[in-house]
């Protein structure tokens, strides 16, 4: 074939001094990085935040008021390629007195995530009707048993901000699902607040959720999972010589 008369190669042939020197030519990238700053990552010492769209970990999130998005459709389990989600629904009109876990009628009674299953393929958020689900940017997720890779509901949940009231609570008056899914709930009312002070008198969310009713505090934003704040070297050396935590 090379000797056919219509070959021509892709690139120049070398001449005599590049055919001798092709054997180490390889160590010309070696010598190059010799010279360059390092890059290793100090980790966990120094953690460095990845791209915005990273898949990390789930999060299942709340409306402004505190009540959950899952409606427990089951069909991010339904989506996931590797069995890793379980889901059971609950019927919001099983709860007492009026109470909502979720806008509408069905909430996620039970909700789990196998991360020893996982592949953070993201098709589970794709299929989510309500945006529940979505991905942080926290990729620590290993841990010391098979057991404890199972992520449950309280796992997931995203954290509650300041001026949200944590559910159980009634839906905001005067609303339904559609208000919510159009964002039109922005804050908890003064309705939930006196009916988590009657059933929930010790609740901790209460004052925030109050201060806000009253004006006193902005409406609560959103919050997500983070990272775990860094270890420190004497922390690191003392885990690993077993003196300690
Ligand atoms: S996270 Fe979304 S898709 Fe999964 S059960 Fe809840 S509402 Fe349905």
């Given at each position: ?9 892709l ?26 700053p ?6 966990p ?13 789930h999060?299942?999130n ?6 959950e998005?899952?409606?427990?459709c089951?069909?991010?389990a339904?989506a ?8 059971e ?10 109470a909502h876990m ?8 039970v ?23 979505t ?5 620590e997720?290993a ?7 199972i992520?449950e509901k309280?796992?997931l949940?995203?954290?509650l ?6 559910a159980?609570h ?8 559609t208000?919510y899914?159009?964002?039109?709930v922005?804050?908890p009312?003064?309705?939930?607040v006196?009916w988590?002070?009657?059933h929930?008198?010790d609740?901790?969310?209460l ?5 806000v009713?009253d004006?006193q ?12 704040p860094?270890a420190?070297?004497s922390?690191?050396?003392?885990s690993?010589?077993?003196t300690?935590?």
């Open positions: 074939m090379t000797d056919s008369p219509e070959y021509k190669p690139r120049p042939t070398k001449g005599p001094i590049g055919r001798a020197l092709a054997p180490v030519a390889g160590f010309g990238v070696t010598l190059g990085s010799m010279f360059r390092t890059v290793t990552e100090q980790y010492f120094e953690k460095v935040p990845p791209q915005q769209r990273y898949h990390g970990r999060q299942l709340r409306y402004p008021d505190g009540l998005k899952c409606i427990g089951e069909l991010c339904w996931c390629p590797a069995d890793a989600i379980y889901v629904g609950g019927d919001n009109a099983d709860l007492p007195d009026g979720s806008p509408g009628e069905r909430y996620g009674r909700y789990q995530i196998n991360y020893l299953r996982c592949i953070f393929c993201g098709l589970c958020i794709e299929a989510c009707p309500t945006r529940a689900l991905m942080t940017e926290d990729y997720l841990g010391p048993t098979r057991a404890g890779m992520y309280p796992d949940l995203a954290p901000s300041d001026g949200m009231l944590a159980p009634p839906m905001a008056e005067g609303t339904t699902d208000e899914y159009r964002g039109e922005t804050a009312t003064a309705e939930q006196a988590v002070r009657e929930r008198p609740d901790p969310t004052d925030a959720a109050a201060k009713v004006g505090a902005p409406p609560p934003t959103p919050r997500r999972h983070q990272l775990r860094p420190t070297r922390g690191a050396a003392r690993a010589a077993g300690g935590q």
